[in-house]
């Protein structure tokens, strides 16, 4: 179980799925996800055996964060990111489950998304992933270092970082030639920071401890510090080990610099 708290805390599960804004109810839904499309309301996965995931097999769970298709058959909006998702280990998405099967079931049923037609087609997702989703799991890079792989696993699956640092085509899918290269349009509508290490436009200028202290205290090199989502995100990151600070770290300052605007 320690485990599963530790790895749902990495995915950020309860940043989405928790209406804190709105005084709601830990894992149980109803966030609102502003995007290009339209918005977006996160469902409950809480253990409620009607409104929430206590029926989900391990399977059908795993099938949602693989693939990105819903126990009825149909498709997730990649709102949620199943495309970075997918490459969680299944020992990994196994623990999460049952992390939140451990969560007290709260019984609160799912708020319609507000998409205008055609993209509440779910249908046409079946499209979207031919073009753009590559099924997982994770693979490491054998010619790498260990630090390396735990860093890569972390920023491209569990805490999917790439969701929202790297820009997005007209149809909503990230650009892999640009990964982790910021975006003007983030969530919200909200600018998002270039993070490859290019010195210019990104990271590139930063020490590895420089990234850990971010991670860990949401200080950047300049004495500010985060806001908006990302100090959502540092709640997280100061609660990973040191080590995964530190293989992050490593991580982006392995990718590719990418030049971009300020």
């Known amino acids: 179980m320690v485990r599963g708290a530790y790895l749902a805390v990495a995915a950020g599960c309860a940043d989405c799925h928790t209406d804190a804004k709105n005084g709601g109810r830990p894992y149980a839904g109803g966030r609102a996800l502003t995007t290009p499309f339209g918005t977006f309301y996160a469902p409950n996965i809480t253990p409620d055996l009607d409104t929430g995931i206590g029926r989900w097999s391990d399977a059908q769970f795993l099938n949602a964060l693989r693939e990105g298709v819903r126990p009825d058959g149909s498709n997730y909006f990649p709102v ?14 196994r623990a999460i489950k049952a992390y939140l099967f451990a969560q007290p079931p709260v019984r609160q049923s799912n708020r319609a998304h507000d998409v205008g037609f055609p ?5 046409l997702q079946n499209g979207w992933k031919l073009l753009f989703f590559s ?7 054998p010619e790498r270092g260990e630090a390396y792989n735990r860093g890569a696993y972390l920023v491209t699956a569990l805490a999917h970082c790439g969701e929202c640092h790297t820009p997005r085509n ?35 200028n930063w020490s590895g401890d420089d990234i850990v202290t971010l991670l860990k205290d949401g200080q950047t090199p300049d ?12 709640k997280n990151t ?3 080990t040191n080590m995964d600070r530190r293989a ?13 605007p300020r």
Not at 80 to 93: E, G, R, V
Not at 194 to 200: K, L
Request: no cysteine.
């Open 80 to 93: 949620f990111p199943y495309p970075s998702f997918a490459k969680i280990t299944d020992d990994d998405a």
């Open 223 to 234: 004495f500010d510090f985060v806001g908006g989502a990302m100090a959502e995100v540092v």
């Open 238 to 240: 100061t609660r990973l």
């Open 135 to 141: 099924p997982g799991p994770f693979r490491p890079a």
């Open 170 to 204: 007209w149809f909503g899918a990230t650009e892999p030639s640009r990964f982790l290269a910021g975006t003007s349009h983030g969530p919200d509508g909200k600018a998002v920071p270039n993070i490859t290490p290019d010195p210019e436009s990104g990271i590139g």
């Open 119 to 123: 993209f509440s087609w779910r249908f």
């Open 248 to 260: 992050i770290a490593v991580f982006l300052q392995s990718v590719p610099a990418v030049r971009s």
